[in-house]
């Protein structure tokens, strides 16, 4: 593991995964146009296609939650994008970058109120805690992919 990797991701890095529907709308590019300006620097980034496993093992939390069936359906349905971030205040900012999770309640000028479908289909994911931030990233990243 990278030698700093754990403190860095505790103070200014998040997770994020660009959703299938945010991939299937072509919108890869603008999404990450929009990272980029908000103040990110992308340190480790891949166009994957999570497996039944691996989906069920990342939302995991949501095991009990009626929609977990349909969250790992969706999240295996094609390819996403996923990166880490970095910034000072990356989790609380990113949040704030990407808005609700329902896009008719979301902020303008937020990635999902620009590219989200629906609630289910929300184009993008972001850690909730640094905790979380540094857990997801590991889940996708070796440390030889993050720099």
Known sequence: MHPNFKEHMATNRTFTMLKPDAIEGGNIGNILQMITDAG???KAMK?????EDQAKKFYEVHAERPFYGELVEYMTSG???AA???KENA???FRALIGSTDPADAAEGTIRKAYAESKAKNAVHGS???ENAAIEGVFH???AEIF
């Open 141 to 143: 990243f070796s440390a």
């Open 128 to 130: 909730d805690s640094d």
């Open 84 to 86: 880490i971030l970095e």
């Open 40 to 42: 990110f620097t992308i």
């Open 91 to 93: 989790v609380a900012d």
């Open 79 to 81: 390819p996403i994008v």
């Open 47 to 51: 166009y994957t296609r999570l497996s």
